[in-house]
């Protein structure tokens, strides 16, 4: 695995130095070239915990994945360029109010001057290191803020558009392992309560906004303006390639 190659994945040639400013640069880029995806989930392909596998299938095959690759191949790249940073446990609140598995998300602290939340592998998210200060920060996906909830528990929450700050996700800063996710990864790969085997699922930052494909409907936002699309199955591979860069290899 070569540092050079990720970072040419995600449209950068060098970095300069250890800093907030360069760790904003990593995310940014890496959210707006590689996408979330789990087609691999819905054909069937088994997901390792394996940062290897991660790397060719991101970097030398131009794909997505899911948050334990793409977190638990971006902490690889981190620890690499000399960040300080480690993978983390969340658990996700849904749109409709509840729970969903336990730590069953994988995302990441990265320590500089404060400890900062990074997540690549979240979707439509936060697109900046995140400091656990609870002070709100802007980016074309919105308003955030880290809340803490107790020792070592924080909430990841989002602004809405009636002004009340809502959670999408609460995480623990004790480290984790990538192995420690076994169990979790396992779940989302294969059970029928998983939200990741009941559709196709492929989203990517852009710009000025993002484009998403949810089973055959195609969103793609701009400044704010929706616009959807029905996919159909004919269409599908033309889509992929060129929506979000992913050529799929026939089986």
């Known amino acids: 695995m070569e540092i050079s190659q990720y970072l ?3 449209g950068l040639k060098d970095i ?4 907030i400013e360069t760790l904003s640069q990593l995310q940014m880029q890496h959210m707006l070239h590689i996408p979330f995806e789990n087609l691999d989930v819905m054909h069937n392909v088994p997901i390792p915990l394996d940062v290897e596998t991660y790397y060719n299938k991101i970097v030398l095959n131009q794909r997505g994945g899911f948050c334990y690759e793409l977190n638990g191949l971006f902490n690889w790249l981190l620890q690499g360029l000399g960040f300080n940073n480690h993978l983390i446990a969340g658990t996700v609140r849904t749109p409709k109010g509840t729970w969903a598995k336990e730590e069953s998300h994988a995302a990441q602290i ?4 404060l400890p900062y939340l990074v997540d690549v592998g979240f979707g439509d998210s936060t697109r900046m290191p995140l400091p656990l200060t609870g002070e ?31 959670t999408l996700l609460r995480f623990d800063i004790t480290p984790k392992k990538l192995m420690d996710f076994e169990e979790a990864c396992h779940f989302n790969q294969t059970s029928p309560d998983s939200h990741f085997t009941n559709k196709e699922l492929i989203t990517i930052a852009t710009s000025d906004g993002r484009i998403t494909l949810s089973g ?3 969103v793609v936002t701009h400044n704010g ?8 199955n004919s269409e599908r591979a033309a889509v992929l390639e060129r929506y979000f860069g992913i050529h799929l290899k026939e089986s």
């Not at 300069?16 to 800093?19: A, D, L, R």
């Not at 919105?142 to 990841?156: M, P």
């Not at 303006?225 to 159909?232: P, R, S």
């Open 8 to 10: 040419q994945r995600i």
């Open 16 to 19: 300069k130095g250890i800093s």
């Open 225 to 232: 303006e929706k616009q959807e699309k029905t996919v159909h």
């Open 110 to 113: 990265v320590q500089l001057d």
């Open 216 to 218: 055959d409907t195609l």
């Open 136 to 166: 709100p920060q802007e980016d074309v996906s919105g308003v955030y803020r880290a809340e803490k909830i107790e020792e070592s528990i924080f909430d990841l929450q989002r602004k809405g558009n009636d002004a009340e700050w809502n």
